[in-house]
């Protein structure tokens, strides 16, 4: 897959399929809005401060669970507590996370696509890696050959280095790869992994921000199969 000037074209391969598509978790393959902000509340509750609105939390979240909770309590990660607050909603998040998520409609039939056409699957994640798994098995049993996240020895997107890791598992070069996210730090991630880079516009940023990336945005699933299976 030749990638000269992929990253702000309109088509993202000329003929057949890449070899592998990595995709970003939270925001691109499920909705987790809810579960992430029930977690944080229950947080903020037992520590005595204001809840945080969805929309608040919506905006916290794409830089990994230190961050989303860092953004979320007064004082951040200076906080002399803020360690073990961190523990508290990893806890709680890793028992409900599943109850607050689900896969955006059309997701499952497009990897079941993929994997139709041979299509090496990957997700790359700043979530931590044993929530992100977790949650990997529930929706998409036996989908991804690989799962990439934060909190194992790696530094979070956009450094390349989560990406170059999975493509590493897969046996699959980046140029004949495919990244799907919906966010500036997919955007990011792909520029520096030299990655072509679809963004899904139903994710946790409007539109109109992902307008400003230069990438070809997809309003569904279908048109990500399109895209690639040429």
């Known amino acids: 897959m ?9 088509e993202v391969r000329a003929a057949g399929a890449p070899a592998a598509v990595l995709f970003d978790l939270d925001g691109t393959l499920l909705d987790t809005l809810q579960g992430l902000a029930s977690s944080v509340n229950a947080v903020l509750r037992a520590h005595g401060e204001p809840e945080r609105t969805s929309e608040e939390v919506r905006s916290f979240v794409g830089n990994g ?3 989303l909770v860092a953004r979320a309590v ?17 806890e709680h998040y890793a028992a409900h996370a599943a109850a607050g998520s689900a896969p955006y409609p059309g997701i499952a039939e497009l990897l079941a696509a993929l994997r139709a056409r041979g299509v090496k699957l990957g997700v790359v994640t700043n979530k931590d890696e ?11 049993p036996g989908a991804f050959e690989v799962v990439r996240g934060g909190n ?10 989560l990406p170059a ?11 004949d790869a ?13 520029r520096a992994a030299g990655l072509p880079l679809l963004l899904c516009s139903w994710g946790f940023r409007p539109r109109t921000e992902l307008e400003t990336f230069g990438a070809r945005i997809v309003d569904s699933p279908s048109e990500i199969l399109a895209a690639v299976a040429r």
């Open 130 to 140: 044993n929530a992100a798994r977790a949650l990997v098995e529930r929706f998409f």
């Open 2 to 10: 030749n990638t000269e000037n992929v990253f702000f074209s309109n």
């Open 65 to 67: 669970m230190r961050l």
């Open 74 to 90: 007064a004082g951040g990660a200076a906080r002399p507590d803020f360690e073990s607050i961190l523990a508290e909603f990893r």
């Open 165 to 175: 890791a999975a493509l590493a598992a897969l046996g699959v070069e980046p140029g």
């Open 152 to 161: 194992a020895g790696l530094p979070p997107k956009p450094d390349p280095a």
């Open 178 to 190: 495919l990244y799907v996210g919906d966010s500036g730090v997919d955007a990011d991630t792909a």
